[in-house]
């Protein structure tokens, strides 16, 4: 009889559970956002969705995942003096450093890509970036000499990472991570999100941005598309897990004996590109999205034919009185929206 009455108690406790957590579910669930300011040297956008009781606790959160940003940046940057990346490109040949695991990770990813991009992404081309970017305002771009000098000044065959461990093989080797740092630092601090009991979140920094879980009770994250041509929408992005990474020169660019250089080079020629106004990248995770988004900026539509597995992409190519979009052949299996007609580009190997 009490073995009978136990299980009646079981099957009570377990209904009760299961009604506390279909309220729970139910609850309305309200949006916390943040912008945080000076975070790697651009915009900086923090959401958090949790029920609207819990305002304290989705507070604490957003300081959570800021405080992650900012302790990254004073690793990764190499425009803070002191910082790890900044010592790294300081340091002289034959130098060997044990760095910390952001900067292990970071690095281990751009070589990654490095390879997954057949160059068109190379962290170790920071020379050349430096050139351009000091070039704005000049009355002449750097001559062909001086940006082969300073392509030649350092290559992934400067360095060796193994781990943690990160042998410098010449002194002028030097990394610009820029280019994939952002995606790190929005998984870190999602992730951070995630682990602390966030029912959905949503961090970005400077149009690299990635979600998870519901975006309030609208459900689905709505991720606009911007025109690089003026200033409105174009399109959408609905999602519920992933990332979405913006790339282009209408926001950010050099101006040299008046004309507009984009401020994206390409790591092999030196020279910046041309062509491809934006590049917008979905992907599992910030940091391929992110480096990709790069990478088909540099290489154009040509790129997205060895466009990685899990990795989708539309590009708005020429000018702005004649635009053509441009995506990978699995683009439209997403929620994703546009106007205008889109070409599509299969990967290498899937034709018929």
Request: aromatic content about 6%; proline content about 3%.
């Amino acid at each position: 009889m009490r073995r009978f009455g136990g299980v009646v108690l079981l099957a009570v406790a377990l209904a009760l559970a299961a009604w506390w957590s279909s309220q729970r579910s139910e609850e309305t669930l309200a949006l916390w956002e943040r912008h945080p300011e000076g975070v790697m040297g651009t915009t900086c956008r923090l959401e958090v969705a949790m029920p609207a009781r819990d305002g304290r606790r989705a507070e604490a959160l957003l300081d959570s995942a800021e405080a992650e940003l900012r302790r990254l940046e004073a690793t990764l940057s190499t425009w803070i003096d002191g910082s790890e990346l900044s010592s790294l490109n300081a340091l002289g040949a034959g130098g060997e450093v044990v760095v910390s695991k952001p900067t292990a990770d970071v690095l281990a990813a751009a070589l990654r890509m490095h390879r997954e991009t057949a160059g068109a992404f190379d962290v170790t081309a920071g020379a050349v970036f430096e050139l351009w970017r000091d070039a704005d305002g000049a009355d002449q771009p750097p001559s062909a000499e001086a940006i082969r000098e300073a392509r030649e000044a350092s290559s992934w065959s400067d360095f060796e990472l193994e781990q943690n461990r990160l042998l410098k093989l010449r002194g002028t080797g030097r990394f610009d991570v820029a280019g994939v740092a952002k995606g790190y630092a929005v998984d870190r601090a999602l992730a951070r999100l995630q682990s602390e009991g966030a029912v959905g979140g949503l961090v970005e920094i400077g149009g690299d941005l990635r979600v998870f879980g519901r975006a309030g009770d609208a459900g689905y994250w709505r991720v606009g598309v911007q025109s690089p041509f003026e200033e409105r929408l174009f399109g959408a992005v609905e999602l519920s897990d992933g990332a979405v990474c913006t790339s282009g020169d209408y926001r950010r660019f050099v101006t040299i004996g008046g004309r507009r250089y984009s401020h994206i080079v390409d790591p092999r020629t030196g020279l910046p590109v041309e062509g491809v106004p934006s590049v917008t990248v979905i992907a599992a995770d910030a940091v391929t999205a992110d480096a990709w988004a790069t990478a088909l900026s540099v290489d154009g539509v040509h790129g997205l034919t060895h466009l990685a597995p899990g990795v989708e992409a539309l590009l708005v190519v020429g000018a702005a009185d004649a635009p053509r979009l441009v995506a990978s052949d699995g683009l439209m299996d997403h929620r994703v929206t546009v106007e205008g007609e889109v070409e599509v580009v299969e990967r290498a190997g899937e034709a018929e």
